[in-house]
């Protein structure tokens, strides 16, 4: 016999009100729930890359846009911490965005998408990250 992967996942889902092994008590949902406020997520496959929390205001303001050198215009949000990210590439000051800084590629750490840079100077460090592509599970 064969097993259907979708029956299996279906049958184990607890948004079906179908039990399962994992526990489901009102106090595990209010904690997750905590947890989960705030959340700024990949926009392409969901996963927890930084938090309300973590916006930082840099020269100012916690949005800015910024062309590239090929003219592609973004708007990009400062966070003082983006755990869902992984880093590209070297650190290079070339075109960099913010004086005295040098940057990385941000890509989410579970998709790949390109979700902005890592900035860093002597002294700190923040992500810029690509608002369009990121949702908010602020409630």
């Excluded at 064969?2 to 904690?31: H, M, Y």
């Excluded at 708007?75 to 940057?103: D, V």
């Excluded at 002597?122 to 409630?139: C, K, W």
Aim: proline residues 4%.
């Amino acid at each position: 016999m064969q097993l259907n992967p979708t029956a299996i996942f279906l049958k184990d889902s607890p948004l079906l009100g179908v039990p399962s092994d994992r526990p489901d008590t009102d106090e595990t949902a209010r904690e997750t729930q905590a947890e989960d406020h705030g959340a700024i997520l990949c926009k392409n496959c969901g996963r927890v890359i930084t938090h309300a929390k973590d916006r930082l205001f840099v020269h100012g303001s916690n949005r800015h846009t910024f062309a590239n050198p090929h003219g592609r215009v973004y708007e990009i949000g400062c966070f003082q911490t983006a755990p869902g990210c992984a880093y590209g590439g070297a650190l290079t000051a070339e075109f960099s965005w913010f004086a005295g800084y040098q940057w990385k590629i941000a890509l989410c750490g579970g998709c790949l998408t390109h979700l902005g840079w890592l900035f860093v100077s002597s002294s700190n460090r923040f992500n810029g990250l690509i608002l369009e592509r990121l949702v908010s599970r602020i409630q």
